[in-house]
Antibody, heavy 126, light 110 residues
Framework: QLQLQESGPGLVKPSETLSLTCTVS??????????WGWIRQPPGKGLEWIGS???????YYNPSLKSRVSMSVDTSRNQFSLKLSSVTATDTAVYYC??????????????????WGQGTLVTVSS | QSALTQPASVSGSPGQSITISCTGT?????????VSWYQQHPGKAPKLMIY???KRPSGVSNRFSGSKSGNTASLTISGLQAEDEADYYC??????????FGGGTKLTVL
């Protein structure tokens, strides 16, 4: 069955860039049926969609984070990555990577998010 | 892009039914049937419970059901059990390959 695993530093200094990688196992990231994305959850708060990437490299970002977010995909390693620049304490959160099923290849609307990685806590602090 | 609106908390006794609402706008819930619901226990990743407003993934109990009317989607849990105590989040497609989540609802089983 498909599994996703986040990896990256658990501590990032303010103003620096947060970098995370998600490794996909049990299936190919090069499927036309899915987006791959990042969702975060600040401690004690709700979920926030950060962005999604298609295996071709097309990206879609939350407008509120767009100026600071960059995502990439490495199909040879079955991985995709997140970079969030100029972080502050408000970026402290559990970051989840997840797969998003698409309605069709011609209308790439995300129907739902499943499965999710276990999540990784990233703390922004000096 | 504001979060979908959910009640902060709901509660019910074992065996009862509860409903959690999720209110969006004509730009998301009101236009698309791509509303999904997630259950999250403390310290765990969210789990998909309902997709496309009223469909249940295999393995999810039929005590969970979903519906949508206009700009509001709803999750109903019947025959409440202690294990249902968790946080619940709705999510909607919002056009242009974007997603929006609700603020979350804490379900307490009394």
């Amino acid at each position: 069955q498909l599994q996703l695993q986040e990896s990256g530093p658990g501590l990032v200094k303010p103003s620096e860039t947060l970098s995370l990688t998600c490794t996909v196992s049990g299936g190919s990231i090069s499927s036309s049926s899915y987006y791959w994305g990042w969702i975060r959850q600040p401690p004690g708060k709700g979920l926030e969609w950060i962005g999604s990437i298609y295996y071709t490299g097309s990206t879609y970002y939350n407008p509120s984070l767009k100026s600071r977010v960059s995502m990439s995909v490495d199909t040879s390693r079955n991985q995709f990555s997140l970079k969030l620049s100029s972080v502050t304490a408000t970026d402290t959160a559990v970051y989840y990577c997840a797969r998003q099923e698409l309605y069709s290849t011609t209308w790439r609307a995300q129907k739902f998010v499943d499965p999710w990685g276990q999540g990784t806590l990233v703390t922004v602090s000096s | 892009q504001s979060a979908l609106t959910q009640p902060a908390s709901v509660s019910g006794s074992p065996g009862q039914s509860i409903t959690i609402s999720c209110t969006g706008t004509s730009s998301d819930v009101g236009t698309y049937n791509f509303v999904s619901w997630y259950q999250q226990h403390p310290g765990k990743a969210p789990k998909l419970m309902i997709y496309e407003a009223n469909k249940r993934p295999s393995g999810v109990s039929n005590r969970f059901s979903g519906s949508k009317s206009g700009n509001t989607a709803s999750l109903t849990i019947s025959g409440l059990q202690a294990e249902d105590e968790a946080d619940y989040y709705c999510c909607s497609y919002a056009g242009n390959s974007t997603l929006i989540f609700g603020g979350g609802t804490k379900l307490t089983v009394l």
